[in-house]
């Protein structure tokens, strides 16, 4: 474990966890996040941000130095934040970061939050982004909450026969809104990140009465014979854990191609710190060498 790890799993446990189990509201979670973003995450030098618009849905084109959006593969890439915070603009860092090591454009969607706009409006929201950008070759990505939602457009896409993107990865997705795996109890005190205490508030903010079990909320219980390939990877301490594990046994009972990385002792979401974080460094080239073998892209 590297000393930064230590380091920033001790500050996780004792500012961050605590802020989110004890903030007031919605609102403060939101503007704490965003203050946070622009303190902690950098992208590499040179990255540009383009503000765009893909089937009336507002999104953000993160690109490396000497990439273009104009033409080629791209990543169509969603957001966590338990789909009540988070923004195109808390996580275009990261996107940036993995724009440099795979060559490839990244577009963050920014989909409507619960609870002014609650489930299923940001997986709408999704599909109609994926089907203006559909006719570009499109990798799928996201984490926790955006990665839960991209395995549910990804769902939706094979339900309704729509051409299918090359791959799907996801950061410790958020998948089972019904908190049934173990991880959930195992994990309640070893999560640096997230307390259980307010899993349960954010989703029914999401849900809004909504069945917990459906599979565009939880994609966990959704069919996904036929799917391209996907790659997943989760901390070995995170309450999400068995979201991620469950969601790829059951992925691979169905014929699809799934890879698992299985951190020891990572924070959630940990690509977020790459900027110090050696371990989430590793985890996006890792990511970045798999995607480059599905689309012939080359990475720096």
């Known amino acids: 474990m590297s000393r930064a790890r230590r380091w920033l799993n001790t500050y996780l446990r004792w500012s961050e966890k605590r802020h989110l189990a004890l903030a007031a509201d919605i609102d403060a979670l939101r503007r704490s996040f965003a203050v946070r973003a622009r303190l902690f995450f950098h992208a590499p030098f040179g990255s540009r941000y383009v503000l765009d618009d893909l089937g009336g849905i507002r999104v953000q084109w993160a690109m490396a130095k000497g990439i273009s959006r104009a033409t080629g593969p791209a990543i169509l890439y969603f957001h966590g934040g338990g789909y009540v915070f988070g923004s195109t603009n808390t996580h275009r860092a990261m996107a940036a970061a993995l724009s440099k090591r795979t060559s490839l454009p990244v577009c963050l969607v920014e989909y409507r939050l619960a609870p002014d706009h609650p489930f299923p409006a940001a997986v709408e929201d999704a599909i109609a982004a994926y089907s203006a950008i559909r006719f570009r070759p499109v990798i799928l990505g996201g984490d926790s909450a955006g990665g839960g939602l991209a395995f549910a457009l990804l769902a939706e896409i094979l339900r309704c026969d729509m051409p299918r993107p090359l791959a799907t ?77 469950r969601l790829a046994d059951r992925m691979e009972a169905q014929g699809v191609d799934t890879t698992v990385l299985l951190e020891t002792n990572v924070p959630h979401v940990w690509p977020m710190f790459h900027n110090i974080l050696p371990e989430a460094r590793g985890t996006l080239t890792k990511l970045a060498d798999w995607l480059l073998m599905r689309t012939g892209s080359d990475g720096n």
């Open 169 to 245: 990865f996801a950061f410790s997705p958020f998948t089972d809104l019904t908190f049934s795996g173990a991880s959930m109890v195992e994990n309640a005190k070893k999560e640096v990140m997230l307390p259980v205490s307010r899993i349960g508030e954010i989703s029914q903010a999401y849900l809004n009465g909504a069945a917990a079990d459906d599979p565009r909320a939880s994609p966990l219980f959704a069919d996904f014979t036929g799917a391209p390939p996907v790659w997943l990877t989760v901390g070995t301490t995170e309450i999400l854990r068995d979201d991620t594990l």
